[in-house]
């Protein structure tokens, strides 16, 4: 059993910076996809990066390439997503995820949250101009 549990989420303007964090249990059991998704209200599930586990490569949707930065502690059993330049369509909640199958692999590189398995509850971000 993986459970993830985020924090770091909180209100800020625009412009602003946030760091999230993700603590895994049982970090490095099989997990070969790490990510960050998003939702707004009323709208659907973002895929915003993923890592590869293994050897730290990272992806990331072009909407948030170049401000965002998704990085691993393996001593503490930690995922952060480092958020600069907030603007107000950051604001959503924010999920971490882990992805467990090597099938599906191809999909999570690309972002597809049916590839991830375990699911954080979520940490809330809002972003005011």
């Known amino acids: 059993q993986i459970q993830l549990v985020e924090s770091g989420g909180g209100s800020v303007q625009a412009g602003g910076s946030l760091r999230l964090s993700c603590v895994v249990s049982?970090?490095?059991?099989?997990?070969?996809?790490m990510a960050w998704f998003r939702q707004a209200p009323g709208k659907e599930r973002e895929g915003v990066g993923t890592?590869?586990?293994?050897?730290?490569?990272?992806y990331y949707a072009d909407s948030v390439k170049g401000r965002f930065t998704i990085s691993q502690d393996n001593a503490k059993n930690t995922l952060y997503l480092q958020m600069n330049s907030l603007q107000s369509e950051d604001t959503a909640m924010y999920y971490c995820?882990?992805?467990?199958?090597?099938?599906?692999?191809?999909?999570?590189?690309?972002?597809?949250?049916?590839?991830?398995?375990?699911w954080g509850p979520g940490t809330q971000v809002t972003v005011s101009s």
């Open positions: 995820a882990a992805a467990t199958r090597y099938s599906s692999m191809g999909r999570a590189r690309n972002l597809q949250a049916a590839a991830f398995d375990y």
């Open positions: 890592m590869y586990t293994p050897d730290g490569n990272t």
């Open positions: 049982a970090y490095g059991y099989a997990i070969y996809y």
